[in-house]
């Protein structure tokens, strides 16, 4: 039989950087991220016999979500602002847009920030690491419609947001 330590520390050398980034994208903050993920990643080593033999992955962000979202409610939804790229320009700015302009990370990252928490998580989920949608549903321990409708509704306001994207976005769903 295998160690359990050695087991859960592979796993999380194997599986941090990716969970960190999806962590980052979901609280729009890295130093939130961080903190988010270390947590998670702690409650799981008190569970990891358990969890282990079905999907640690799911665990850790169903715990970092749920605390993404009671840390919201604790602290109200204060957004850092960190330092902004010269040249760069707010999201949704009623300026007129170029329907050829490159849309940056940047761009999707702030578009990102705009949504709700749930909303944000379900994209990252679906978008960013690639869970279907009844895979999203059990990580987050809500039905497929909720999935959808919150993905939807997501991909909305993004247009919204993001106009110069929104053939890119209506794309991307499509081919979901």
């Known amino acids: 039989m295998s160690d359990p330590d050695q087991s859960y520390a592979d796993y999380v050398r194997a599986r941090q950087a990716a969970l960190l980034r999806s962590a980052a994208l979901i609280t729009g903050d890295p130093h939130r991220a961080q903190d988010l993920l270390q947590d998670a990643l702690i409650k799981l080593a008190t569970r990891w016999e358990r969890v282990s033999q079905g999907s640690p992955d799911a665990y850790v962000r169903r715990v970092m979500y749920r605390d993404n979202i009671s840390a919201w409610r604790r602290h109200g939804r204060e957004v850092p602002v960190g330092d902004v790229a010269e040249g760069a320009r707010p999201v949704g700015a009623n300026d007129p847009v170029d329907p050829s302009a490159r849309v940056t990370g940047l761009d999707v990252r702030r578009g990102l920030l705009e949504l709700t928490d749930k909303q944000r998580t379900v994209l990252v989920l679906r978008y960013y690491d690639d869970l279907s949608e009844t895979q999203i549903a059990d990580t987050l ?17 993004l247009r919204q947001l993001l106009p110069q994207a929104a053939d890119a976005l209506v794309g991307t769903e499509e081919a979901r």
């Open 141 to 157: 321990g809500v039905s497929r419609g909720t999935v959808k409708s919150q993905a939807h509704a997501a991909l909305g306001r």
